[in-house]
C-alpha cells in the first residue's frame, strides 16, 4: 500500500542584534537585524512561488517579520503560536557566554541541559513537551482533508533554532539535537512519512 507523505519546511528567523552578539535569546521579544532582513533574501526567491497547506509561526516579533519579509502573502494565513517559541533561558537572557561562564549552575546546564535548569527559565521537559502538544495538533490538522495515500500539501514552520532542531529530532530520532544546524534565516525540509506505526522522518534536505 502507498505510504502517506508530508512535507514540512522548516525557515529560521533572521538575526537579531542579539544573536549578533551571541546573547542568549529565548522569550525575549526582539526584532530583526537590518543583518537579519538581508539574510532572507534568498528564502524569499526559494519560497517565491511554493504553495503551502498550513503556516504556522512563532508569536514572537522575529518570526513574524522573517515571514512578512519573504512571504507578505501569507501573515494573514499564518497560526502564530507560542508553543513555538525557543527555550526560554530565565535569568540568563540577554547574557553571553563569557559573562556566565564562570556560574557553576551554567556550566552544568552546557554538560547536561535535561537535568538543569537556568534560574526562571525553562526546563528541558518542559520544552520538549510544549513542541510534542504543537506537532501533535499540526499532524492532526494535516489529516484533515488529506489523501488516503500520498502527497499531503507542505507545511511551512517559521521557528527558532531550538524548536528547529527538536522538531527534526522528534521524528528521526537517531540524529543528535546537537548535530542539526540551521542558521538564522535559512531553510531545511523534513519529509514524512506515515505508516501502521505512526509519523516518522524519511527525508531531510535543503529548498
Request: with cysteine; net charge negative; glycine share 8%.
Amino acid at each position: 500500500m502507498d505510504m502517506k507523505r508530508l512535507e514540512i519546511v522548516l525557515m529560521r528567523h533572521g538575526s537579531t542584534p542579539w544573536n549578533e552578539e551571541k546573547r542568549y535569546l529565548g522569550h525575549t521579544d526582539i526584532g530583526l537585524s537590518p543583518r537579519g532582513r538581508d539574510e532572507l533574501a534568498a528564502v524569499r526567491e526559494k519560497l517565491r512561488d511554493r504553495s503551502f497547506g498550513m503556516i504556522y509561526c512563532s508569536d514572537l516579533s522575529r518570526c513574524r517579520e522573517s515571514l512578512r519579509e519573504v512571504r507578505p502573502d501569507l501573515i494573514e494565513k499564518a497560526v502564530y503560536d507560542s508553543r513555538l517559541r525557543e527555550m526560554d533561558f530565565g535569568a540568563w537572557e540577554g547574557h553571553t557566554y563569557d559573562q556566565l561562564k564562570d556560574i557553576a549552575l551554567y556550566r552544568q546546564w552546557l554538560d547536561d541541559p535535561k537535568h538543569a535548569t537556568p534560574p526562571q527559565g525553562e526546563s528541558w521537559e518542559a520544552f520538549e513537551s510544549r513542541i510534542a502538544k504543537f506537532l501533535a495538533g499540526m499532524l492532526r490538522e494535516a489529516d484533515k482533508g488529506a489523501p488516503e495515500h500520498g502527497e499531503s500539501a507542505p507545511v511551512l514552520l517559521v521557528a527558532h533554532g531550538g524548536v528547529i532542531r527538536q522538531v527534526v529530532h522528534v521524528f528521526m530520532n537517531a540524529v543528535a539535537f546537537w548535530d542539526i544546524r540551521i542558521e538564522p534565516g535559512n531553510l531545511l525540509v523534513l519529509t514524512l512519512e506515515r505508516t501502521e506505526e505512526g509519523w516518522s522522518g524519511a527525508e531531510l534536505g535543503s529548498v
